[in-house]
């Protein structure tokens, strides 16, 4: 039965913040006639019913984007750069209400939320906004006529594309939308956002804090629903100029054969299977801390170096060390501040994880820690697992699990490390474990990986190139890679003759 359009029914109270739960595009709130639940994986209780968007959604943002699209381009970038500094502004003055609505919605630590996570948010828009100047143009001179002869002067200038569509997963919904929507704004786009279903919450508050900050209506348009029932209208539009995706492989390719038809240009962040590789000759408690981190957000991150692979020589002790830490780490409430790992997103990814144990095990794996979900607590939160006597080519080794769930296997050295390392169809990132400066040279050189890590994991820098190889994705954004994606280059080609001269 269709939902009317009152207050009530589209209002959520996510720990005392209220959240509209409609759609925001052309600068109003708009509701459909049918929602979705949307449930907190701390306790499985439904939060909030969400708006359910389709085709006339769709069809309703890309038209608001458009509308939008020539007055924001026209903005100097100047004025945009200060909007957007002024968004960062509302996160920070917001920050503890995201945090508190995120970890509700996603189930993520609130401790990190707080301390990590909104802060970066926030800087996502301040360190687009701070690069605008140094946004090219670049000025060159053709001499066709001889180095004496005057030159043609060319002048290459990084234009605003248009409406760009943005389509973002439930990990780390609020920072991965605003990884893509601050520099397409920053580029003079206008957006079309659209959360994950399973954590749509602190997009809808992107757009009130955005609006506060005197963003015009229609530059930021988001939209909620389910997968395909919006997306595929989104994707396939011809009015878009953009598509900016995170998720999954498969979605990536539903999306790609949708843009086909308009060939819409497209930047894919998409999964991994990355190595953690640990040699004999690395520091074992830093190697074991690298390993033990790769549960954080319970296992549900892109980058998580989900495969370890340790020197043979050291297997037993590195196994040893991992298993005691990992004991020690405090699995519960995410709002609580003493716990290092939370729930999984939704009890079907908990079905589809433990779906891969079982299988794995079927297959002959070790469950080495862990296994199942904690029955403590109701089923939503899977175990931290290591599975070891598992095969290269096995289904656990070679597809993303997307939970808390690392195998091990051995290596007798650097050669066989780095085939194994890089036998997978992904090349998001790799990590690397090592005493030895000259090894990490020729080992980093060889693996195939978006980004590596040398006795660290997770530093990031915003300047820094990110995305990753095979089915880990197309493109780069982050730095200038972003604005190189986000915008249109155009080269003006003047003649030193022709012009009348009016003095
Ligand atoms: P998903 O592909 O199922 O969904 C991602 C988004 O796509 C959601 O908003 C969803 O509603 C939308 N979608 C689904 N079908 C669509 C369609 N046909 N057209 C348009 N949109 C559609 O992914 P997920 O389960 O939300 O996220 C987990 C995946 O994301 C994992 O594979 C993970 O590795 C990947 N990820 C990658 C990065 C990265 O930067 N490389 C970061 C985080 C997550």
Redesign the pocket.
């Known amino acids: 039965m269709p939902q009317q359009p009152d207050s009530a029914v589209h209002e959520a109270r996510i720990a005392g913040v209220a959240v509209d739960t409609r759609h925001w595009i052309g600068g109003r709130r708009v509701a459909s006639a049918d929602t979705f639940p949307d449930l907190s994986p701390i306790d499985g209780s439904t939060l909030a019913r969400i708006a359910r968007g389709g085709p006339t959604e769709a069809e309703a943002a890309v038209a608001a984007a458009k509308a939008a699209f020539p007055g924001w381009a026209a903005t100097p970038r100047a004025e945009r750069a200060r909007i957007l500094h002024a968004i960062a502004d509302g996160v920070e003055k917001r920050l503890e209400e995201l945090a508190i609505v995120e970890t509700t919605d996603n189930g993520a630590l609130l401790r990190s939320h707080r301390r990590g996570v909104m802060p970066r948010v926030a800087r996502n828009f301040r360190f687009f906004a701070d690069r605008l100047p140094a946004l090219g143009h670049e000025d060159f001179t053709t001499h066709t006529g001889g180095p004496a002869a005057p030159g043609h002067t060319n002048h290459v200038s990084w234009d605003p594309a248009g409406p760009c569509v943005l389509?973002?997963?439930?990990?780390?919904p609020l920072m991965?939308a605003t990884w893509k929507v601050a520099p397409a704004l920053a580029a003079g786009n206008t957006v079309v956002l659209?959360?994950?279903?399973?954590s749509p919450l602190t997009a809808s508050l992107l757009a009130d804090i955005a609006a506060e900050a005197g963003l015009p209506p229609g530059v930021l348009n988001v939209v909620q629903?389910?997968?395909?029932e919006?997306?595929?209208d989104?994707?396939s539009h011809p009015d878009v100029r953009r598509i900016g995706?995170?998720?999954?492989?498969?979605?990536?390719r539903?999306?790609a054969a949708?843009a086909a038809p308009n060939l819409t240009p497209l930047s894919l962040?998409?999964?991994?299977k990355s190595p953690l590789l640990v040699f004999a000759d690395a520091d074992l408690e830093l190697a074991v801390d690298l390993a033990v981190e790769q549960f954080d957000n319970a296992g549900q991150?892109?980058?998580a170096a989900t495969r370890l692979l340790v020197e043979e020589s050291i297997a037993d002790a590195f196994t040893e060390r991992f298993v005691a830490k990992a004991a020690r780490l405090r699995q519960g409430d995410p709002r609580e501040e003493a716990t290092d790992i939370g729930p999984t997103i939704h009890p079907r990814q908990i079905e589809r994880i433990d779906g891969f144990v079982r299988r794995a095990v079927a297959a002959g794996a070790r469950v080495v820690f862990g296994g199942g979900s904690h029955a403590r607590l109701g089923g939503l939160y899977y175990r931290p697992t290591l599975l070891t006597d598992v095969a290269q080519d096995s289904e656990v080794v070679q597809e993303?699990v997307?939970g808390p769930v690392l195998t091990l296997q051995t290596f007798v050295d650097e050669a066989e490390a780095v085939h194994l390392a890089n036998d997978t169809r992904f090349g998001?990132a790799a990590t690397l474990a090592t005493g030895d400066h000259r090894r990490a040279e020729r080992v980093t050189a060889q693996l195939v990986a978006g980004t590596v890590w040398v006795n660290c994991f997770f530093v990031r820098d915003l300047r820094a190139p990110?995305?990753?190889s095979r089915l880990?994705?197309v493109g780069r954004e982050g730095g200038a890679w972003s604005f190189d994606f986000y915008c249109d280059l155009k080269n003006r080609v003047l003649a030193p003759k022709g012009f009348h001269d009016h003095g």
């Open positions: 389509i973002t997963p439930w990990n780390a991965l659209k959360p994950a279903e399973w629903g389910h997968g395909a919006i997306g595929d989104l994707t995706f995170t998720g999954s492989v498969a979605t990536a539903r999306i949708s962040e998409l999964g991994g991150v892109c980058l993303e997307f998001l990110f995305g990753g880990s994705g």
